[in-house]
């Protein structure tokens, strides 16, 4: 009966997030989803805006010790993608009505790199005729360099806290400057000054994180005016030190997925008009991940569009899925498997949130 109450509440306190947090019977979490699906289709609809992803580097100069791109892994293969390729990929998403994409790198922050993405962003749109919303995930940079992206083209940013406990943060990276909770945090200031739709999000399900750290994320989540959150289940990269260290502590898959659902749904219920991911890391544990993911409230999914060769070459985590799937026909069994949930897939909008030019104003 104290779920039912608590999510007929016009105002969360954290003692009530974290109850629904807590929920650990099947009924129960059912109305947590049932809930947050009521404040999804009464916001956003029952729709869902794809994002065509472009993972066209996995150079990087940081050494997040969960991820399998970071700088020390020697058994990975480098790349760039070149121009052509990458506006290749650009075309392919908007002849296919996706009405964004998203373009994913390793982190670098020198100027060739920031001259690259530059040149990349102007010619996307140049191409489109400004036809696509661009979303950049591509780590932390100077507030001149977010400003010289948007002014080229960008209009949303992702940039993951990872965890907004201080312990939990530094533990899952290393103890220098440029792997820094207050830079995090700086870069997320810097993008809403320089007009981005912001996103952020978490790894759910790390190794001594408890159901108040993730209440406390979310919490972050809305204290912060965060238009858009991108956040999964962790899962282990084998060549990190995180994935030797802790391949025998990981909570169960299905556990992760749980929390990682509960996540979506209560930030759906906390903060309602944003924009939230269905993330391929959730697919990478459940097979019909991002449409449980979508029923918890979910209203973004990113199907891979990056050059097929490539793909194997960008692995943040083990066991990730599409790799080798045909961009076309993942569009399409992606479309198929939403209509059977009673969804829409919205082709030739952005999608944006409506956070954001509520937060504008």
Request: charged share 30%; hydrophobic share 35%; aromatic share 8%.
């Amino acid at each position: 009966m104290i779920i039912k109450e608590i999510l007929n509440k016009k105002e969360l306190s954290k003692e009530d997030l974290l109850i629904l947090m807590k929920i650990d019977n099947q009924e129960d979490l059912q109305l947590l989803f049932n809930k947050a699906y009521e404040i999804k289709l009464k916001y956003m609809g029952n729709n869902v805006y794809y994002r065509g992803l472009v993972e066209f580097s996995n150079i990087c100069i940081k050494n997040c010790k969960y991820c399998g791109i970071r700088k020390d892994n020697k058994n990975v293969e480098r790349f760039l993608m070149s121009k052509e390729d990458i506006l290749q990929s650009a075309k392919w998403i908007y002849e296919n009505g996706y009405g964004s994409m998203a373009l994913q790198s390793g982190e670098r922050t020198d100027e060739e790199f920031i001259k690259f993405v530059e040149d990349i962003l102007k010619e996307i749109q140049k191409m489109t005729n400004n036809g696509l919303g661009i979303t950049l995930s591509v780590g932390e940079q100077s507030y001149e360099t977010y400003k010289r992206w948007k002014e080229a083209g960008a209009t949303r940013f992702l940039l993951r806290i990872e965890s907004t406990n201080i312990t939990i943060f530094e533990n899952i990276h290393p103890k220098d400057q440029i792997h820094s909770f207050k830079k995090r945090l700086q870069g997320l200031k810097d993008l809403k000054k320089a007009g981005y739709q912001v996103g952020t999000g978490v790894m759910i399900g790390l190794p001594g994180q408890t159901e108040e750290d993730l209440v406390n994320d979310i919490i972050f989540f809305k204290e912060n005016d965060i238009d858009m959150i991108g956040m999964g289940p962790y899962i282990l990269h084998k060549d990190t030190p995180m994935g030797q260290i802790f391949k025998e502590k990981v909570i169960s898959k299905e556990k992760r997925v749980e929390l990682a659902l509960k996540m979506i749904a209560i930030c759906r219920i906390y903060m309602k008009d944003i924009n939230i991911a269905a993330t391929t890391a959730l697919q990478g544990l459940d097979s019909f991940g991002r449409e449980k993911g979508v029923l918890a409230g979910a209203n973004i999914i990113m199907p891979n569009a990056t050059k097929t060769s490539e793909r194997v070459k960008y692995q943040l985590y083990n066991g990730k899925p599409g790799i080798s799937d045909d961009a076309e026909k993942g569009k399409k069994s992606l479309e198929e498997s939403l209509k059977k949930i009673g969804e829409n897939v919205i082709y030739g909008k952005r999608g944006d949130s409506p956070h954001f030019f509520l937060r504008k104003k």
